[in-house]
């Protein structure tokens, strides 16, 4: 199971030890509130503020017009160089781009049902209401109480263990081993991931023996005393596993619909709960199974065991109202909660941090779209304040006092370089750090006002930007690194998150350091979107939406490493460009055989493109012909395997090779038309039965998708060491998004996935196209 948000995990199980609060890191992807604090664990004012305030509503959001002007960044806005290691996903293929319709609001589809209610007795006009719920339109309650009646059916645990074969073993220096079932599951762990870069990892193999040794001997040891990692040969696992995923890889279509429906079966109870009568969509409701931990970067505890999470470590939270899911047979929940104040329907701890796991409803849940609305909402308010917040923390940064020094300075790198306010780390933690956590080592200068900061940041993702910085905050930073400190030392020493957070209070309540860097990257975006003009196709419209996206994601730092297919895809896209322009060349060689006096009157139109050369052409001609082959193969194939599926008698290996044959007899003419083209040097094309009308119209296509595909190549290449989902999601208000699709007239499909569309509903319907952050 994935990590959840954190938005509504209660802050009391992060405030348990004031003592320790220099310790606690604060989470920058998260969005806390005092209302996830369960109601019994507040103090006595705020548990009569929760009784007074439940009865109250807030007004209803209404569309957003033109709001307050945005007050401008500072201009110290740094000149930022990077050393991105990243790539962004491929753009879909831009044949269609031109042709999908505008962006507009969809009315939800009331489809006829079989019958006049379902299995928890509510009519259709009750499931359209609950379908067509608008939690924005709607009256709001504090956010203190998160539901009044809540139902569901618990989580989905990973299916037992099943051994492998007699036959295959781990090995020991050369001899079998017969391992008990535990130690067997253990292995075969390490044993699936042989190839790859972790079991490669001297860190990852040391911590996965450790623990393998730890249950080997907790289960009572095995034939052969194993002692060294060395000795231990996994072959015989990997080659299992490596069998077992490409026989899974290569079950009929039908029969992976059919595994697929079973499974959505099983899974079908658990997806769904019911809040407050409305049916609402769980969101990772599946138990993490057992394997071996990967961790994000340099992660000290790669390679350890994550136990298998059993069902006495489970705490359940529903209505009291409602009926208790059961656990597995022969198991209990370690307790069962009726809190109404937290939105998570289950939680436990897991063993490879301590850290909380939580169940909490979908992205698309009215739960979760209020908790983004807030979060954005919060971020817009900052810049009513912004203007006296830098004021003062630059007029502080020549402070006498050294904390308000420190403080101010803090607050110009979160500010300006929208750096995370970091914390302390633990010996088992990865060495991540942010502005408050930075050390000696992190920082160093390059005169009269350079500073390069170079460290590991969230999810060990390097960190390193050469920035001009205002006089003062690069005097205070050699300040802060001066004698008597040496490497390893903070250079914020006299300054932690939750002070930072507290002094910020005072501008604005609910503000902390981590809204700077929604508020900037959204003040970014909408900048650069300012700077696009509104012409041009969707597709370049699209390259320069995601130009500012790009600009986002450099701020904020969102990096990855450039996959190793990016250069094989790369080459796809670069292969089709030229295809379409063989293509298109091709089909001028045939308007100049219909149609003579065209070539003499603009012979310049007619010429080759330059880069197809006859080794290109060859080249194109023998992908065209092989893919033409496989595609008729697969055909012939998938149309057995319908009729298989249908309940028809299917085709012999002979009958289906005897009907692949006689349907490549159509490649094979293709091949030799194409042949003799080369051979005349295409001054005698096979000519398809057009006018010189429709011919004209098919180049004038072909020309404008080798355009597209060639931003399309742009846009990879650009992106390719920048991550631009992680600020689109978390970071931008998705309202500025929804704007630019409307203004624009780019599809929303373009910009957001289904997924994203579902959770920003909230955004697409109550943004228009002149709405401003």
Known sequence: MSDSSNDDIPLSQRTQDKRKRKLKVEKEESDFSEDEVPLKKRGKKAKEAVIRNTVKSAPAIKKQKSETKVVPHPSTAPSIKTNGTT?????????????????SLAKKKGGKKSSATDDEGKTEQEQEEEEAYRWWEAEQNDGSIKWTTLSHKGVLFPPPYEPLPKHVKLQYDGKPV??????????????????????????????????????LKKAGGANVEITKFEKCDFNDMFNYFEAKRIEKKNIPNAEKKRIKAEKDKLEEMYKICYLDGRK??????????????????SHPKTGKLKARVMPEQVTINIGAE???????????????????????????????????????????????????????????????????????????????????????????????????A???????????????????????????????????????????????????????????????????????????????????????????????????????????????????????????????????????????????????SVGKI??????????????????AQLDPSMKKKDPAFFERDPELTDEVIDRLIDLIITREREKVTKKVLKENEKKVADGEKGLSEKEIEKETREKLKAVDELAEGYKKEKKSDFKKPVVSVASPEKLQQQIEKLSERAINTTLQLKD???????????????????????????????????????????????????ADENWTF
């Open 322 to 420: 409602a009926e208790v899911p059961q656990p597995p047979d022969g198991h209990k929940w370690a307790e069962v909660k009726h809190d109404s104040t937290v939105s998570w329907l289950a939680t436990w701890k897991e063993n490879i941090n301590g850290a909380t796991k939580y169940v909490f409803l979908a992205a698309n849940s009215s739960l979760k779209g209020m908790s983004d609305f807030k979060k954005f909402e919060k971020a817009r308010q900052l810049k009513n304040h912004i203007d006296a917040i830098r004021e003062d923390y630059r007029r502080e940064l020549k402070d006498e006092k050294m904390v308000n020094r420190q403080r101010a300075t803090a607050m110009y790198l979160i500010d300006v370089l929208a750096l995370r």
């Open 716 to 766: 990879k290449e650009d992106n390719s060491t920048v991550a631009l989902t992680t600020s689109k999601i978390n970071y931008i208000d998705p309202r500025l998004t929804v704007m630019f699709s409307k203004k624009f007239n780019v599809p929303i499909e373009k910009l957001f996935s289904k997924t994203l569309r579902e959770k920003f509903k909230w955004a697409i319907e109550s």
């Open 178 to 215: 017969d391992l008990p079932i535990e130690a067997e599951e253990v292995a075969g762990f390490f044993g699936a991931m042989l190839e790859t870069e972790h079991a490669k990892n001297p860190v990852f193999q040391k911590n996965f023996f450790e623990d393998f040794k730890t249950v």
């Open 280 to 297: 609402e969509v769980v969101g990772n409701f599946r138990i993490e199974p057992p394997g071996l931990f990967r961790g994000r970067g």
């Open 422 to 568: 970091g914390g302390e780390k633990g010996e088992d933690e990865a060495d991540t750090v942010g502005c408050c956590s930075l050390r000696y080592e992190h920082v160093t200068f390059k005169p009269p006002n350079i500073v390069v900061l170079d460290f590991l940041g969230k999810d060990s993702i390097r960190f390193y930007q050469e920035v001009k910085v205002d006089n003062q905050v690069y005097k205070n930073l050699k300040l802060f690194k001066r004698d008597p400190k040496r490497e390893g030392d903070e250079l914020f020493d006299r300054l932690d998150p939750p002070s930072l957070n507290k002094h910020l209070q005072n501008y604005m309540p609910g503000l902390t350091a981590k809204v700077f860097r929604t508020y900037n990257a959204s003040k970014t975006m909408q900048d650069q979107l300012k700077k696009i003009p509104n012409r041009g196709t969707v597709n370049e419209k699209m390259v320069a939406f995601n130009a500012a996206n790009r600009a986002v994601a450099i701020l904020c730092n969102h990096q990855r490493t450039v996959s190793k297919s990016h250069e094989q």
């Open 87 to 103: 790539n962004g996903k491929a753009m879909k293929a831009e044949s269609d781009l031109n042709s999908a319709p505008a962006v």
């Open 574 to 591: 670069e292969d089709k460009i030229l295809e379409i322009k063989f293509q298109r060349f091709r089909l001028k060689m045939q308007l």
